[in-house]
């Protein structure tokens, strides 16, 4: 059932909410501009850690987040089968086209039939479009919102519709951002050459981001996903491809949307590796910013911000200990993968010397007796006894390496972010959006 509020309603809500939620800049209720942001996976769990991770040792002054700030409401992310929980899929053709699904649709209803989404109808405005990612730009998230398939699976055929499909002799997206190369081929012929042939500037690495100066333009900077931001050269990816977005978007006269994408939260969450989440959880906190930013600048400009659902079933305290030691965590400066992969690259002998290169804690005898235990069982038992060893010293608790059904937030700022407050289902986001554009 809609909690839809008349805005009398809304607005006496806001001064109540006023200790939680920032007051977004004088605007008008129609927003010029939206920028929807997901933080993949990023549950209720995800963001309190986040505030004590930057407050650091317990008894430190804790400050509110940008999270935190422009908190809002909560949503709920049920899909339309029998399960209460989840996946990516169904629940970015929730929050993209205002419809349940099940899980693994991307843009299709129960029936398999194609549901059209906030991002077609604005391309049928006459806006400009966009998505960024820091997963493989055709990922469930963002396919969810462009493409129409029965499965998430369907890598090659979503990419094909990002090229063809057409609204208005257009095609769906003006601006793409993130990883995917192997999904948009550069040989004669392929994806990417058609693509340049519809006049789409094209950049293959982060490192010529700035060379970006025009739309239409495709940015694919790594062959899948790109690196975890903990393991990554340049670990505020997703911050520098929101720069150039919003830089590249606004110099349009029409209006924007903007889908941005903090893919890998989730996948750390998957993990069960809390130092991997809290570093994509500042890369996405920063772009957060930056996008808060823009508004401040463009006050006819809405922004919102949600997940798709919880991963992990994280929790800040375990073990029957009532301690969470986020200084523990910031000492790790690798997700598990290549940590483990560094420690098998060395004899059993060295595994503490090895561990040394990139955590800043030193083992225990326990800790490195395990590690030594499970070294010689294989890169899977050993990738176990590493993430064992910082969930243990933290108190970081997980209950399973899948989502969960947990209610998400829901943050909003600038024109119409009053729509967003309270408790909502996931598709009435969506609504809510298209409802303030009149469509």
């Keep these: 059932m809609s909690i839809y509020r008349p805005l009398s309603a809304v607005a006496a809500a806001l001064a109540l909410l006023s200790g939680c939620a920032s007051q977004a800049p004088a605007a008008p209720e129609t927003p010029k501009n939206i920028i929807f942001m997901i933080g993949d996976g990023m549950g209720p769990a995800f963001t309190t850690g986040y505030r004590y991770y930057l407050a650091g040792e317990a008894g430190s002054e804790v400050t509110p987040t940008v999270f935190d700030q422009l908190l809002v409401g909560m949503a709920a992310t049920y899909p339309d089968d029998n399960t209460w929980v989840t996946d990516s899929a169904a629940s970015a053709t929730a929050l993209a086209a205002g419809v349940k699904s099940y899980n693994g649709a991307i843009g299709v209803d129960g029936q398999k039939l194609p549901v059209e989404g906030i991002l077609a109808k604005a391309r049928k405005q006459g806006w400009s479009t966009g998505v960024v990612a820091t997963s493989q730009v055709n990922h469930a998230t963002p396919a969810g919102f462009v493409a129409h398939v029965a499965s998430r699976k369907m890598y090659d055929a979503i990419a094909e519709q990002y090229v063809q499909q057409r609204i208005a002799d257009n095609t769906m997206l003006d601006l793409i951002l993130g990883g995917g190369q192997r999904y948009f081929s550069r040989d004669p012929g392929g994806l990417a050459e058609q693509m340049a042939e519809q006049g789409y500037q094209q950049i293959w690495s982060m490192e010529d981001l700035s060379q970006l100066n025009q739309l239409p333009a495709m ?55 809390i130092a991997c989440a809290m570093a994509e959880m500042h890369d996405f906190a920063g772009a957060v910013e930056r996008a808060k930013a823009f508004v401040d600048a463009n006050p006819d400009t809405l922004l919102v911000i949600t997940a798709d659902h919880s991963t992990g079933g994280l929790t800040l305290g375990a073990n029957r200990v009532y301690e969470w030691k986020p200084e523990v965590i910031a000492q790790v400066h690798a997700s598990v993968v290549p940590l483990t992969k560094s420690l098998l690259a060395a004899p059993v002998t060295e595994l503490s010397a090895r561990w040394s290169e990139k955590v800043d804690f030193a083992l225990t005898d326990t800790e490195l007796a395990a590690l030594q235990k499970a070294y010689g069982e294989g890169d899977s038992q050993l990738g176990r006894a590493v993430l064992k060893v910082i969930n243990d010293r933290s108190f970081t608790g997980w209950t399973t390496g899948g989502h969960t059904a947990v209610d998400v937030p829901v943050m909003a700022y600038g024109a119409g972010a009053e729509a967003f407050i309270g408790y909502q289902d996931n598709i009435e986001i969506p609504q809510r959006m298209m409802s303030l554009m009149g469509w």
């Design 219 to 273: 940015g694919l900077v790594a062959d899948v996903a790109l690196p975890h931001a903990i393991d990554s050269d340049q670990p505020e990816r997703l911050v520098a491809m929101t720069d150039k977005a919003l830089s590249l978007m606004s110099s349009q006269e029409q209006g924007f949307f903007l889908l941005v994408e903090g893919s890998q939260i989730d996948w750390c969450g998957h993990a069960n590796d």
